[in-house]
Antibody, heavy 119, light 112 residues
Framework: EVQLVESGGDLVQPGESLRLSCAAS????????MHWVRQVPGKGLVCVSQ????????RYADAVKGRFTISRDNAKNTLYLQMNSLRVEDTALYYC????????????WGQGTTVTVSS | DIVMTQAPLSSPVTLGQPASISCRSS???????????LSWLQQRPGQPPRLLIY???NRFSGVPDRFSGSGAGTDFTLKISRVEAEDVGVYYC?????????FGQGTRLEIK
């Protein structure tokens, strides 16, 4: 079964850091691009970062550029999101999402991990 | 970034009746490879989004055939032929023609 399991979400103060992880299983992780998509409770979906199969192409949303870093360890089947200088507006449910092969899009979503930034 | 706009934002529907959701993109979603990478997602309450439709009209694995997608260029539609109770939730259109992927604001489907 294809699975994505996020972890690392927590309650932190503004300016602090967090590292999210996404453990992938049930598929050949190294052959898929990956995304982090966040959702503020009751609001819509925003892709904050994406990374291609080998990490040679990375993109960030303007709102997180310079503060967040996406990376992957294909040997460990794990995707990461290092989040520095967190702001109140980064509060959201963060989903790990698999990119597709053969056509552009996303197909598998994790259950998400909650990041709360509050003083 | 491509902006996706959905209508309506809320859709009360009677069980067994059809439902339709529209999605418009700020620019054509036709990729240079000739494909149009427009998807529809369903998010049931308390659940992550789930892929329903990709490339405008292709149902993803396990999706009931009461869901169908259509459209071209900048205008797209998701139709549910006969709404069931399990269809309650929020529906999003999503484009992957141009990076980054972007989503519509969502349409809440509720039962009258």
């Amino acid at each position: 079964e294809v699975q994505l399991v996020e972890s690392g979400g927590d309650l932190v103060q503004p300016g602090e850091s967090l590292r999210l992880s996404c453990a992938a299983s049930g598929f050949t992780f190294s052959t898929y691009s990956m995304h982090w998509v966040r959702q503020v409770p009751g609001k819509g979906l925003v892709c904050v970062s994406q990374i291609n199969r080998d990490g040679s192409f990375i993109r960030y949303a303007d709102a997180v550029k310079g503060r967040f870093t996406i990376s992957r360890d294909n040997a460990k089947n794990t995707l990461y999101l290092q989040m520095n200088s967190l702001r109140v507006e980064d509060t959201a449910l963060y989903y790990c999402v698999r990119g597709t092969t053969g056509w552009a899009g996303v197909d598998v979503w994790g259950q998400g991990t909650t990041v709360t930034v509050s003083s | 970034d491509i902006v996706m706009t959905q209508a309506p934002l809320s859709s009360p529907v009677t069980l067994g009746q059809p439902a339709s959701i529209s999605c418009r993109s700020s620019q054509s979603l036709v990729h240079s490879d000739g494909n149009t990478y427009l998807s529809w997602l369903q998010q049931r309450p308390g659940q992550p989004p789930r892929l329903l439709i990709y490339k405008i009209s292709n149902r993803f694995s396990g999706v009931p055939d009461r869901f169908s997608g259509s459209g071209a260029g900048t205008d797209f539609t998701l139709k549910i032929s006969r709404v069931e109770a399990e269809d309650v939730g929020v529906y999003y259109c999503m484009q992957a023609t141009q990076s980054p992927i972007t989503f519509g604001q969502g349409t809440r489907l509720e039962i009258k």
